[in-house]
């Protein structure tokens, strides 16, 4: 093997993150909530945002006939949409893939520096190289990729139709090349059998989660359910009683009859969560911790980037506009377009709020 499986990413610190998208004391969130609100009714814009994004827009997109959801089903809503505009409060592949299945409409994003550790980690460049490797193999990357990564791939796939569809390719006998997260790919493998030739990118939310401290945890919480996202390494999806996409977590939260959760995914979800079943107890599952090597602390750096500042600043300038090449979009259309069918051929449930 000639192309590398893996690439360097630069991970950017707490400092410009808060610069990017300051607190707000209670007066400017207000006026700023309701600039918002005006706006996008004006410029005939809707609000979409990751379950992982600042509770203010959260509310926000509830409140304006938005959405929150997972990363799919955020990109099926705003193609569903009537509105121009789509403001996708997130990271960038989302607003991409925004973009990749309505190219009539402008998606804005409130911060183009907001990406992801998967993304970042997958360059193009790259992985095209390892697919002129391997001719042979079938490529299925994770959503968690660029316009110009899911041009190459023959299927996209998101955390909660991966495990079906892979699962489908090795039954028919095909051979996977598999991208960016290896995590995620390695949990799949292991459920599937499937063959699988990964590249080997990582989330650093997920995988700052620790099995052994987890198990201390849970010692001391004999009740609780384990909720774990499968980008998270594989000792610590051992532990879970439920391994799942943001939305899955989410129901899981509302429909197990336990008490307490202890949730490995980015702590931004627990916004939902408290929404969906306010009575429950959730408790953050433990990363390295403080004066350790924890580069997150279970909060994306990215999607923290997003704030109703720089959500208004966009609404008024127009600026942020998601822009892909078009026949980088039209080819990253196909592999997009088959999971949306293979969901609805299967009736798999891979999208939707609790
Ligand atoms: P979901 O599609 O499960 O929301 O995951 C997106 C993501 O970035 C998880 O880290
Ligand atoms: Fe990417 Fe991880 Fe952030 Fe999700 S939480 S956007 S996978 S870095």
Known sequence: MNAPLSFPVQIPDAASVARIAPELDNDERESLRQRAKQLLKQKDAVLVAHYYTDPDLQMLADETGGHVADSLEMARFSHQHSASTVVVCGVRFMGETAKILNPEKRVLVPEMQATCSLDLGCPAGAFSDLCDEYPDRTVVVYANTSAAVKARADWVVTSGIALDIIATLNERGEKILWAPDRYLGDYIQRMTGADMLMWQGS????????????????????????????????????????????????????????????????????????????????????????????????????????????????????????????SIRARALIPVQRMLEFAESRRVEVVGNA
């Open 203 to 326: 989330c650093i939310v997920h995988e700052a989660f620790k099995a052994d401290e987890l198990e201390r945890l849970l010692a001391k919480k004999p009740g609780a359910a384990v909720l774990v996202h499968p980008e998270a390494p594989a000792p610590v999806i051992a532990l879970a009683d439920v391994v799942g996409s943001t939305s899955a977590l989410i129901k899981a939260v509302k429909s197990l009859p336990n008490e307490t959760f202890i949730v490995a995914t980015d702590r931004g979800i627990f916004h939902k969560m408290r929404e969906v079943a306010p009575h429950k107890t959730l408790i953050a599952a433990p990363t390295a911790g403080e004066g350790a090597t924890c580069e997150s602390c279970a909060h994306c750096p990215w999607m923290a980037m997003n704030g109703l500042r720089n959500l208004v600043a966009v609404l008024e300038t127009g600026n942020n506009e998601i822009v892909i090449n078009e």
